[in-house]
C-alpha cells in the first residue's frame, strides 16, 4: 500500500471542477487555508516546509523577506547582508529579481539536512518515503531532474518584473508553457515511477508548472485553462497506476488568479476521510501521519515489490535516457 501526495503549486480551489477536472477534484475536494507572508501573499519558500512539518514558517525558520525575494541562496544572502546595509528595500528587491532571472541562483534548495540540524520533524521522518522535489527539502542537491532544470534556465521566458501583472513577464509565452508543460509530465512521471516500484509507504512530489503559467497567463488568455486540462490528464495516468489499497491526496500552498497568489489553498483526495479534518495548510503532516499509521502500509509494500520491480527499474531508466532525471 502507498500513499501518493502530489503537490501542485497554485492548484486553485476556486478554477478546479468537478466535471471538468475529475481527475483534479478525485473523489472529494475541498478550499483549506494558507499562510500569507510579510511579502503580502502567500510564498511557496515558506509554505511547503511549513506543509512537510506542520509548523507555521516562523518556527521551521524559512521565511520570506518583506521585499519579496527569498534571500535563501549563499549569494542572496550576501547580498542580503549587504543590502540590509546600505540600500533601500524597492532597490534590494530589484537586485534579487534580477539575480533570480539573471544567475542559476534558486531560492527554494534549502538542503533536507536543515531539519535534521535543528531537530525539525517532517513528514517524511517515520516511513519509507520518496521526496521528488519538494521546495526547501532538497535530498540530493547534486541530482537535479528535468523539471530543475529548466526552471533555472528560463532566462527572459519567465523574468522577474515587480512593475508586471502578477511580478513576471515572458519574452515568448509559447515556449514559456511548453516548458512548463514539460516540467509537469516529467515531475509526474517520477512519481508514477516511485510509486510503481512498491519500495514506498510514502511518495510525495511536487511540480511549479501550473504557478509558473498562472503568473504569465495575463499574457496569453487561455494559457491558464490549458494547463488545468494538461495537469487534469498527467494525475489521471497517475491515478490509473494506483491499486484498489493505494490513495492519492492532491493538495496546493495557495491559489493563483490574475496572476497574484490568493489565500486559499486546496486539497483533494480518492479517499473522502482523508481531507476531512484539514482546514490549513498546517493540518497537512498531521493528517497524513495519521493515515499512515492507521494502515498497514509497510507489508502490502515488501510484498508487492518483487512482482513489478522490474517494470519500475524500465520506467526509471527510461526517463534517464531521455534526460529527465539526473
Request: with cysteine; net charge negative.
Amino acid at each position: 500500500m502507498t500513499l501518493v501526495v502530489f503537490g501542485i503549486d497554485a492548484l486553485d480551489p476556486d478554477i478546479v471542477d468537478s466535471e471538468t477536472h475529475r481527475n483534479l477534484a478525485l473523489h472529494s475536494h475541498k478550499a483549506i487555508e494558507t499562510i500569507v507572508s510579510e511579502s503580502g501573499e502567500p510564498s511557496t519558500h515558506e509554505l511547503w516546509p511549513t506543509i512537510i512539518t506542520g509548523l507555521p514558517p516562523e518556527e521551521h525558520g524559512l521565511v520570506l523577506g518583506n521585499d519579496g525575494v527569498a534571500w535563501g541562496h549563499p549569494l542572496l544572502e550576501f547580498g542580503s547582508q549587504v543590502a540590509d546595509v546600505v540600500l533601500p528595500g524597492p532597490l534590494q528587491s530589484r537586485i534579487g529579481a534580477w539575480l533570480l532571472t539573471n544567475t542559476k541562483a534558486d531560492a527554494f534548495r534549502t538542503p533536507a539536512s536543515y531539519f535534521e540540524r535543528n531537530d525539525i520533524a517532517t513528514v517524511f521522518d517515520a516511513w519509507r518515503s520518496k521526496a521528488i522535489g519538494i521546495p526547501n527539502y532538497v535530498v540530493d542537491g547534486n541530482n537535479h531532474d528535468r523539471e530543475h532544470s529548466l526552471r533555472t534556465s528560463l532566462g527572459d521566458l519567465f523574468e522577474r518584473d515587480p512593475s508586471a501583472t502578477g511580478g513576471h513577464r515572458s519574452a515568448d509565452p509559447e515556449s514559456f508553457y511548453n516548458d512548463c508543460l514539460e516540467m509537469a509530465m516529467v515531475r509526474t512521471a517520477r512519481i508514477r515511477a516511485a510509486l510503481r516500484s512498491r519500495a514506498f509507504d510514502l511518495v510525495f512530489g511536487y511540480t511549479s508548472a501550473l504557478d509558473l503559467v498562472g503568473h504569465v497567463a495575463y499574457q496569453s488568455p487561455g494559457m491558464q485553462e490549458a494547463i488545468y486540462e494538461e495537469m487534469d490528464e498527467f494525475v489521471g495516468e497517475l491515478r490509473a497506476d494506483l491499486n484498489g489499497d493505494d490513495d492519492l491526496l492532491i493538495l496546493s500552498d495557495h491559489g493563483l488568479q490574475n496572476g497574484i497568489h490568493t489565500d486559499k489553498a486546496m486539497v483533494a483526495a480518492t479517499d473522502p476521510d482523508l481531507i476531512s479534518p484539514v482546514e490549513s495548510v498546517t493540518d497537512i503532516r498531521e493528517t497524513v501521519e495519521d493515515h499512515l499509521e492507521g494502515t498497514n502500509f509497510s507489508a502490502g509494500g515488501r510484498e508487492f515489490a518483487t512482482e513489478r520491480s522490474g517494470d519500475a527499474t524500465a520506467v526509471r531508466e527510461q526517463l534517464e535516457d531521455l534526460g529527465y532525471m539526473g
